[in-house]
C-alpha cells in the first residue's frame, strides 16, 4: 500500500469504481478489501466495528448489484429495450378507457436490486441501510436509492407511487408515526425493524460468527432513534413479550437452501432469532392481551463498549401458566400435533412450528402467550435446559384454534402461574 498499486493489478469491480468516483469528481473511495488489512484479526476486530460510521457518513455508496464477484465489474451489456418503457394504443370497444399506455416489467425493481447478488450478501444489508445514497449497477441498468426515493434509468426522477406502493420493498425508507403516541411510535419502531431484520435473515454469511456484528450497525442506528434497550435482536422497552414470538419462514430453510438450526458455538439466546441460521418470516403481532409478564431482561455483552455487539448470554425471566405435554404427530399434515398431559389420554390438537428441523422433542413445555387473529391461542414451546427446575430454553412456536385446548392451556392455569427463566 506505501509503494503504491498499479489500477491495472485490481480486480475488474475496483477499477469501474475508481472510474466512477473519477465522474463524480470525488478525491476519496473506501474499499473493505483494500481499507482493512486482509488475514489480520486484529485489524478486523478494529475496524469492523467503525465501518458503520463510513458508510453512514460517505457521499455515496457505489454498489456493484449485479456482480457476483469483484471480478464481474459495475457495467453490463444489456437490451435498450429492457430499459426503456414499451408503450401500446388501445382502442376498445365500450367503455374500457382508449388511448396510449406504458408498460414495463413489474418486478424489474426487485429483479435488478432486491434480489441481485450483491443483495444477497448479510454484511451489505448494513452498508445498504446506512449509506446516505446506493447506485446500483445492475445487468439492466443503473438503480439509485435514498430516504427519500427510488429512481432508475426507466423512471429517473422517482418510481410511480403506484408502483412503489404494490411491488417495491422500500428498505431504506423509516416508517413515521402520524402521532406522537408512545404505543404507535413503539409499532412504527418495530416495523422499520423487523423489515431490516427479515432482509437480513434471508441473507448470506461466509463466516457464521459474523451474525451478531454484521447486524451491528443498524441496531447502533435503531437504538440511537428510540431510548429502548437492545437484547440481540430484540428490543427490551417495545412489546417484549410479542417479539418473543417471532416465527420461521414458511419453507423452514436458510437462505441458501439448508435446513435451519442452531450452531453448535454459543451465539444468542435461545428466545432471539440471531440464534438461529433460518430465514424469519412476517411481522410481530401485538395481541390485545398477554398471558405472561416480563420480569426481567438482559444480556451480557462481550465488550460493554458496544452495546449492539456480541453476547456472552442473554436472560428473560417471566411468570406465566405453564403446563408440561406430550406430543403427537398427527398423520398426513406436516406441523399438526395431538397433545396430552403425561396422566391424560385427552389429546387436543394444536399446530407447532419448531426452531431446528433437526430437534423435534416428543415432549415440552407449552406457555401461552397471547390470542391473535380472533381466537387464535399462541405460545413458546420449552424445553428443560437440566440446569434446574425453572430454567428452559425455547425450541419453537404453537398455535391453536380448539377451545378445549384453550382450556387446558390458559384457564386451568390461569391462577397458578410460574416463573421461569428462558437462556
Not at 404505543?183 to 423487523?194: G, H, I, V
Request: glycine content about 6%; charged content about 25%.
Amino acid at each position: 500500500m506505501k509503494t503504491g498499486i498499479s489500477v491495472e493489478d485490481l480486480p475488474r469491480s475496483f477499477q469501474h469504481a475508481i472510474l466512477v468516483t473519477g465522474w463524480f469528481q470525488c478525491r476519496y473511495l473506501w474499499i473493505d478489501s483494500l481499507c482493512i488489512i486482509q488475514d489480520s484479526i486484529e485489524d478486523w476486530q478494529s475496524e469492523s466495528g467503525l465501518m458503520r460510521h463510513v458508510y453512514k457518513n460517505a457521499w455515496l455508496n457505489i454498489a456493484a448489484t449485479a456482480a457476483s464477484d469483484s471480478s464481474s465489474g459495475l457495467f453490463f451489456d444489456r437490451v435498450p429495450s429492457l430499459v426503456s418503457t414499451g408503450t401500446v394504443s388501445t382502442c376498445w370497444e365500450g367503455s374500457l378507457p382508449k388511448g396510449t399506455f406504458y408498460f414495463f416489467l413489474r418486478d424489474f425493481w426487485e429483479d435488478g436490486v432486491g434480489r441481485a447478488p450483491l443483495n444477497r450478501r448479510a454484511w451489505v444489508v448494513q452498508e445498504r441501510f446506512l449509506s446516505r445514497r446506493n447506485l446500483h449497477f445492475g445487468s439492466r441498468g443503473m438503480f439509485f436509492e435514498c430516504h427519500e426515493l427510488e429512481a432508475c434509468e426507466t423512471f429517473p426522477k422517482r418510481l410511480p407511487i403506484f408502483f412503489k406502493q404494490a411491488w417495491v420493498n422500500r428498505f431504506k425508507e423509516i416508517d413515521v408515526p402520524p402521532t406522537q403516541d408512545a404505543a404507535d411510535r413503539a409499532k412504527s419502531f418495530l416495523r422499520n425493524w423487523q423489515k431490516i431484520s427479515t432482509v437480513y435473515m434471508d441473507s448470506n454469511l461466509t463466516c457464521v460468527g459474523d451474525k451478531m456484528v454484521a447486524l451491528s450497525g443498524v441496531a447502533d442506528e435503531f437504538q440511537n432513534m428510540s431510548s429502548y434497550t437492545y437484547l440481540a435482536g430484540l428490543w427490551k422497552e417495545c412489546y417484549l413479550a410479542n417479539q418473543l414470538l417471532w416465527r420461521l419462514s414458511s419453507s423452514k430453510r436458510q437462505s441458501n437452501g439448508e435446513p435451519c438450526g442452531r450452531p453448535s458455538a454459543y451465539r444468542a439466546p435461545s428466545w432471539s432469532w440471531l440464534s438461529l441460521d433460518a430465514s424469519i418470516a412476517g411481522s410481530v403481532t401485538i395481541g390485545p392481551s398477554l398471558f405472561i409478564e416480563i420480569l426481567d431482561a438482559h444480556t451480557t455483552l462481550v465488550d460493554d463498549n458496544n452495546p449492539t455487539g456480541p453476547v456472552k448470554q442473554g436472560v428473560i425471566r417471566m411468570r406465566g401458566p405453564l403446563e408440561r405435554v406430550h406430543f403427537q404427530k398427527v398423520p398426513r399434515t406436516r406441523d399438526s400435533y395431538s397433545i396430552c398431559e403425561a396422566d391424560d389420554k385427552k389429546m387436543e390438537l394444536i399446530t407447532v412450528s419448531f426452531d431446528e428441523e433437526a430437534v423435534r422433542p416428543t415432549q415440552a413445555y407449552c406457555m401461552p402467550v397471547m390470542f391473535s387473529y380472533g381466537d387464535t391461542l399462541e405460545g413458546l414451546l420449552l424445553a428443560s435446559t437440566g440446569q434446574g427446575i425453572t430454567e428452559f430454553r425455547r425450541v419453537g412456536l404453537f398455535e391453536s384454534d380448539d377451545h378445549e385446548t384453550h382450556e387446558k392451556l390458559v384457564k386451568k392455569n390461569a391462577k397458578n402461574k410460574i416463573t421461569v427463566t428462558i437462556v
